[in-house]
């Protein structure tokens, strides 16, 4: 098994359905895009460079998707949050019946356009 996909295995369930949904639209989006894990997290990178991390914070009980260059997306805002970072900003999710896939798939499109 890859270390990424063990990264999720070894997650409580909770957070390997929101993870394993988050995942599905990625690579439904983006197949090009290939999952790695790096600084012990899963991270998509497109080509060469990093394009968004998931991070399952047990302690705060979410998962976040944090996007590069999130600073720079314009839509969706009140979804997004930075939370002391300056340039990463990610989605959070506490629930897998409350992720808006219309939310998820445009600000990663977006996201895209802006890292190019």
């Given at each position: 098994?890859?270390p990424?996909?063990?990264?999720?295995?070894?997650?409580?369930?909770?957070?390997?359905?929101?993870?394993?949904?988050?995942?599905?639209v990625?690579?439904?989006?983006?197949?090009?895009?290939?999952?790695?894990?790096?600084?012990?997290?899963?991270?998509?990178?497109?080509?060469?460079?990093p394009?968004?991390?998931?991070n399952?914070?047990?302690?705060?009980?979410?998962?976040d998707?944090?996007?590069?260059?999130?600073?720079?997306?314009?839509?969706?805002?009140?979804?997004?949050?930075?939370?002391?970072?300056?340039?990463?900003?990610?989605?959070?999710?506490?629930?897998?019946?409350?992720?808006?896939?219309?939310?998820?798939?445009?600000?990663?499109?977006?996201?895209?356009?802006?890292?190019?």
């Amino acid at each position: 098994m890859k270390p990424a996909q063990e990264y999720i295995f070894n997650q409580p369930k909770h957070y390997q359905e929101i993870i394993y949904y988050v995942c599905s639209v990625m690579e439904q989006e983006f197949p090009e895009a290939e999952m790695l894990f790096k600084w012990n997290i899963p991270f998509y990178y497109l080509g060469k460079k990093p394009f968004c991390y998931i991070n399952a914070s047990h302690k705060k009980k979410f998962v976040d998707i944090a996007f590069f260059y999130g600073n720079q997306i314009k839509n969706h805002q009140e979804f997004l949050t930075s939370e002391n970072r300056t340039q990463i900003k990610s989605l959070r999710y506490f629930e897998l019946d409350t992720i808006p896939d219309k939310v998820l798939r445009e600000v990663i499109h977006e996201a895209k356009e802006v890292y190019k």
